[in-house]
């Protein structure tokens, strides 16, 4: 079996060549967004050297940039396992939800209810509590903070049929890595008559995505999170697109994708979104041997290389992760927070260190080169009931695709070092 070629992946990040006071800089900040490797870098340069122009025009450059958001297009299709037509985009996920909520809030009466939970992101959050303001009842499924986990059974007793009109929830926290059971979910509000809303940034990176099988309305991502640039992508499956009206100009295109697309698009942006997930195939494509009797039947080129190269970032990361989860639980002081070990859950580790505020220890990791998140990371609903908002947050290490043994090793060391420190 091929072993996971490191080296290779991380001769693909010019940024990795840093170095912070004589120490190479280990980006372990992936959850806030992942560097870039060069052929993305590329893809934006040449779209902005040799093929800018607006779409729509009967000259070659616009003609060229028709050519890129069809392909952007195919590639997310190939990304997240729908047709093109079902892929839309937009300035970040954050906006694309907010849009998403107006369109399904208009479609809401007074009294009707949208299921939250308080595991996720702001982002998925807020664009639906805002609707309370117009009669909508807001409801949120709370959180086991033992185990960082869904209320599976304050779950189904709060999708209600006839009442429930919009669940949704995140794929998996950033702020703890759990791994949600989003199928399920989707499930029931599928039996609730209600659409369903998939907030997939994090997890985006951290698993292969089929839409089709998790069967929700909608899902939403950043290409940003996966080795792209900051562009947000939506899933919107194409009958649910047709029972909303989304806000959109008179003269814009009536059908998905264009419909959910308002405004110029950042073109130079979905050339790289797309040399990102051709860079993802290329994983695959080149890891396949290590993954191939885990792969679904039945799929094909791109769509087939791109599952297969989340598959092998995920088994290589995983027991990085887990390594480093328990060499964290053996430094005095060190609390760590998310899933039970075994339970689904990401490559990210999120942990507390006794006598010194998130803040403090990110600062001083960051100058030996150690580049990791403190704070809520927007999971501030999350944070709070944790009782951590007053201590500054967590301490977030996020691992990727490039992320080596050796670096977790450096960031051990200076975790027990800081840990001595405060004895």
Not at 121 to 133: G, K, T
Not at 172 to 195: F, K, Q
Not at 252 to 277: K, M, R
Not at 353 to 359: K, N
Request: aromatic letters at 8%; a negative charge.
């Amino acid at each position: 079996m091929t072993q996971y070629d490191v080296a290779y992946v991380r001769s693909q990040f010019p940024a990795l060549e840093r170095m912070i006071d004589g120490r190479p800089a280990a980006y372990l900040d992936g959850p806030g967004g992942t560097q870039t490797p060069q052929r993305v870098l590329d893809a934006v340069h040449e779209y902005l050297a040799g093929h800018n122009a607006n779409y729509g025009g009967r000259f070659a450059t616009s003609a060229e940039t028709d050519a890129t958001i069809d392909e952007a297009h195919r590639a997310g299709a190939d990304f997240l396992g729908c047709d093109a037509e079902e892929v839309s985009f937009g300035a970040n996920m954050t906006t694309l939800t907010y849009f998403l909520a107006e369109a399904l809030g208009r479609r809401l009466q007074p009294g009707d209810e949208v299921v939250i939970t308080a595991l996720d992101h702001e982002a998925n959050r807020s664009p639906w509590l805002q609707l309370a303001e117009r009669g909508v009842v807001v409801r949120e499924v709370p959180v086991d903070l033992a185990t960082c986990m869904l209320d599976w059974a304050a779950f189904e007793a709060l999708v209600r049929p006839g009442r429930t009109k919009v669940v949704a929830l995140g794929y998996a926290s950033n702020a703890v890595g759990t791994i949600n059971d989003v199928a399920r979910a989707v499930a029931l509000a599928r039996a609730a008559g209600a659409w369903s809303v998939v907030d997939a940034v994090h997890y985006a990176l951290h698993g292969p995505i089929d839409v089709r099988a998790v069967g929700c309305d909608f899902l939403l991502c950043s290409a940003y999170k996966f080795f792209g640039p900051h562009v947000g992508l939506m899933y919107a499956r194409r009958e649910a697109t047709g029972q909303v009206e989304p806000l959109h100009l008179a003269t814009q295109h009536p059908e998905p994708p264009y419909v959910w697309e308002t405004g110029t698009l950042n073109f130079e942006g979905l050339a790289g979104t797309t040399a990102a997930i051709d860079f993802i195939a290329d994983l695959g494509a080149r890891h396949l041997d290590m993954v191939e009797d885990r792969l679904p039947a039945g799929l094909q080129g791109r769509r087939r290389a791109v599952v297969a190269g989340m598959l092998a970032g995920e088994v290589y990361e995983q027991p990085l992760a887990r390594w480093l989860r328990e060499q964290l639980a053996g430094i005095p002081g060190v609390t760590l927070y998310g899933p039970p070990e075994g339970s689904p859950r990401t490559s990210t580790v999120s942990f507390t260190l006794d006598g010194v505020p998130a803040g403090e220890a990110a600062r001083t990791l960051g100058e030996r080169g150690l580049f990791v998140w403190d704070g809520d990371f927007y999971a501030a609903r999350l944070v709070e009931l944790l009782g951590l908002a007053e201590r500054g947050g967590l301490i977030r290490v996020g691992l990727a695709p490039y992320t080596t043994q050796s670096e977790l090793e450096r960031l051990v060391t200076a975790l027990g070092d800081l840990s001595r420190s405060v004895r």
